[in-house]
């Protein structure tokens, strides 16, 4: 089964590489048909292709894109929001504040159009929280606390002692016992 749709891919010169590389609202990258000169001078035609991405930390696609001396590495689907949905780095009044782009389905390979859209970093927490794609809690590895350390955490901080003793007693930030105690973290 493919993993693109019926509907039409349609390209866009990347800024900054125009004429050298495009991007689809597909979240395909590839790069044109020129020529290019060799270190010993020469010209000689270089056929355009399709670029495969390196994952980055097992979370996003990247690609390089090269211009003579000019190497960029820059993550697919934010190349794929610049071209198709604007730039929120330019003063567009919609985008304002919306510097992060969120996957809607959570896939973070699936970097179509379709499936991108500019958000708050708040936002974009609030989207991985209310949809389950972070991983809370107990199924997160590097969780100090454990669901009893919550519950006695939160029954002492209901009797009056402060974030700051709790804090110190189980070896984490005022920040963390904060987040629990307000239940941002260790939701139900």
């Given at each position: 089964?493919?993993?693109?749709?019926?509907?039409?891919?349609?390209?866009?010169?990347?800024?900054?590489?125009?004429?050298?590389?495009?991007?689809?609202?597909?979240?395909?990258?590839?790069?044109?048909?020129?020529?290019?000169?060799?270190?010993?001078?020469?010209?000689?035609?270089?056929?355009?292709?399709?670029?495969?991405?390196?994952?980055?930390?097992?979370?996003?696609?990247?690609?390089?894109?090269?211009?003579?001396?000019?190497?960029?590495?820059?993550?697919?689907?934010?190349?794929?929001?610049?071209?198709?949905?604007?730039?929120?780095?330019?003063?567009?009044?919609?985008?304002?504040?919306?510097?992060?782009?969120?996957?809607?389905?959570?896939?973070?390979?699936?970097?179509?159009?379709?499936?991108l859209?500019?958000?708050?970093?708040?936002e974009?927490?609030?989207h991985?929280?209310?949809?389950?794609?972070?991983?809370?809690?107990?199924?997160?590895?590097?969780?100090?606390?454990?669901?009893?350390d919550?519950?006695?955490?939160?029954?002492?901080?209901?009797?009056?002692?402060?974030?700051?003793?709790?804090?110190?007693?189980?070896?984490?930030?005022?920040?963390?016992?904060?987040?629990?105690?307000?239940?941002?973290?260790?939701?139900?």
């Amino acid at each position: 089964m493919s993993n693109y749709s019926t509907e039409e891919e349609i390209f866009k010169d990347v800024t900054g590489f125009e004429g050298l590389y495009q991007v689809s609202n597909m979240g395909r990258v590839r790069s044109l048909d020129r020529l290019t000169e060799c270190k010993n001078g020469k010209i000689v035609p270089k056929k355009g292709k399709f670029l495969k991405s390196d994952i980055s930390g097992g979370h996003y696609g990247r690609v390089t894109l090269r211009d003579k001396d000019v190497s960029k590495r820059d993550f697919v689907h934010r190349l794929v929001a610049f071209e198709f949905l604007g730039n929120p780095f330019k003063g567009d009044v919609l985008l304002k504040g919306k510097t992060e782009v969120n996957h809607k389905d959570g896939n973070t390979f699936n970097n179509a159009l379709t499936n991108l859209e500019w958000v708050t970093k708040s936002e974009n927490m609030l989207h991985a929280r209310e949809n389950g794609f972070t991983a809370h809690g107990a199924i997160n590895g590097r969780a100090i606390l454990d669901e009893r350390d919550v519950s006695v955490i939160r029954r002492l901080y209901d009797k009056g002692v402060t974030q700051q003793v709790l804090s110190e007693a189980y070896g984490v930030s005022r920040a963390n016992i904060g987040d629990v105690v307000n239940f941002k973290t260790w939701i139900r």
